[in-house]
């Protein structure tokens, strides 16, 4: 016995008459007979009771067109299920990320997300840049939200995302609190604290390519802080910091946050999307894509 053995007797129940069935399911009247009889002599029962008038259906019949109908729409189910999964539509995915981009546009990003795949469970990963990039060598982390630019990790595909505004935090009562943005050589000879956690790394080479000269170099404390300690390090009078606009929303700390000017414009932070090329997960697609068509879930608000 197979599905099409259950459809058939499914159909006769339905309609009354193997002949009707027959030309529902657009076959020959005694191909339905056969399968039929073949379904009653395996399980050495009859189904339906025949007559001139049709066929109906006996109360053995009954109960095993209840428990067809249920199989063929479990099979139908697991077909469509199996469909969406091989799609993209339906599965799992992690995705990993700094501590610092756990809130803003990525938490955005992730809720939308959420929102168009309801059936897709999307795992977020707070780690490292080394943990990160050793997640998805191992294929524990499925995507990475990096700092950088694609290229920056040429083992793995990159997608370019939207940037982040770079801001500085300075006490309430700095001298350029009050300036709607901050060029950088007005940050000469400033203290900076800046965190041994990601992307603390990076904000040092960032500062140091806009500050350092043959002379002199910045003078940046690294601290082995999280950023709102650091933050909190700067209300108190111990340095400034540079961030990422993420933590323009920390406000009650006593200070503030402005945007820095290079001369040419804003100073921008760009953010990448990497996966290794031999993922096989379905949902990696689905979720690059996703990204790559709502951009604007990265940019600022």
Same mark, same amino acid.
Request: with cysteine; aromatic share 8%; glycine share 8%.
């Given at each position: 016995?197979?599905?099409?053995?259950?459809?058939?007797?499914?159909?006769?129940?339905?309609?009354?008459?193997?002949?009707?069935?027959?030309?529902?399911?657009?076959?020959?009247?005694? +191909?339905?007979?056969?399968?039929?009889?073949?379904?009653?002599?395996?399980?050495?029962?009859?189904?339906?009771?025949?007559? !001139?008038? #049709?066929?109906?259906?006996?109360?053995?019949? @009954?109960? *095993?067109?209840?428990?067809?109908?249920?199989?063929?729409?479990?099979? %139908?189910?697991?077909? %469509?299920?199996? !469909?969406?999964?091989?799609? #993209?539509?339906?599965?799992?995915?992690?995705?990993?990320?700094?501590?610092?981009?756990?809130?803003?546009?990525?938490?955005?990003?992730?809720?939308? *997300?959420?929102?168009?795949?309801?059936?897709?469970?999307?795992?977020?990963? %707070?780690? /490292?840049?080394?943990?990160?990039?050793?997640?998805?060598?191992?294929?524990?982390?499925?995507?990475?939200?990096?700092?950088?630019?694609?290229?920056?990790?040429?083992?793995?595909?990159?997608?370019?995302?939207?940037? %982040?505004?770079?801001?500085?935090?300075?006490?309430?009562?700095? /001298?350029?609190?009050?300036?709607?943005?901050?060029?950088?050589?007005?940050? !000469? #000879?400033?203290?900076?604290?800046?965190?041994?956690?990601?992307?603390?790394?990076?904000?040092?080479? +960032?500062? @140091?390519?806009?500050?350092?000269?043959?002379?002199?170099?910045?003078?940046?404390?690294?601290?082995?802080?999280?950023?709102?300690?650091?933050?909190?390090?700067?209300?108190?009078? @111990?340095?400034?910091?540079?961030?990422?606009?993420?933590?323009?929303?920390?406000?009650?700390? #006593?200070?503030?946050?402005?945007?820095?000017?290079?001369?040419?414009?804003?100073?921008?932070?760009?953010?990448?999307?990497?996966?290794?090329?031999?993922?096989?997960? /379905?949902?990696?697609?689905?979720? +690059?894509?996703?990204?790559?068509?709502?951009?604007?879930?990265?940019?600022?608000?």
């Amino acid at each position: 016995m197979d599905l099409r053995h259950l459809r058939y007797i499914i159909a006769s129940a339905r309609n009354g008459s193997f002949s009707a069935a027959a030309q529902e399911l657009n076959v020959r009247q005694p +191909i339905v007979s056969k399968r039929v009889k073949e379904v009653e002599d395996e399980f050495g029962v009859c189904l339906f009771d025949r007559s !001139k008038s #049709g066929a109906s259906l006996t109360a053995a019949g @009954e109960a *095993f067109v209840v428990i067809a109908q249920r199989i063929i729409e479990d099979t %139908e189910r697991l077909g %469509e299920q199996t !469909k969406a999964s091989g799609a #993209g539509r339906v599965g799992r995915i992690v995705v990993g990320f700094y501590m610092s981009l756990s809130t803003g546009s990525l938490r955005a990003a992730l809720h939308n *997300f959420r929102k168009c795949y309801r059936e897709i469970d999307i795992e977020p990963f %707070e780690a /490292p840049y080394t943990e990160l990039a050793a997640g998805l060598h191992a294929g524990r982390i499925d995507v990475a939200i990096l700092l950088g630019d694609p290229g920056r990790c040429d083992i793995f595909n990159s997608l370019a995302m939207r940037s %982040e505004l770079l801001v500085v935090a300075l006490p309430k009562d700095h /001298p350029l609190a009050d300036r709607p943005f901050v060029y950088w050589p007005e940050l !000469k #000879g400033e203290r900076f604290l800046v965190s041994h956690h990601d992307p603390g790394p990076d904000i040092r080479i +960032i500062l @140091e390519r806009y500050l350092a000269a043959p002379s002199d170099h910045p003078e940046i404390l690294m601290r082995s802080l999280s950023r709102e300690s650091i933050l909190s390090e700067v209300g108190s009078g @111990e340095g400034i910091s540079l961030q990422c606009e993420t933590a323009a929303g920390l406000t009650d700390l #006593g200070i503030v946050f402005k945007p820095v000017h290079d001369g040419n414009g804003l100073t921008r932070l760009g953010y990448m999307a990497c996966w290794k090329p031999t993922n096989t997960n /379905p949902v990696v697609k689905t979720f +690059i894509d996703f990204i790559d068509s709502s951009t604007d879930s990265f940019e600022s608000h």
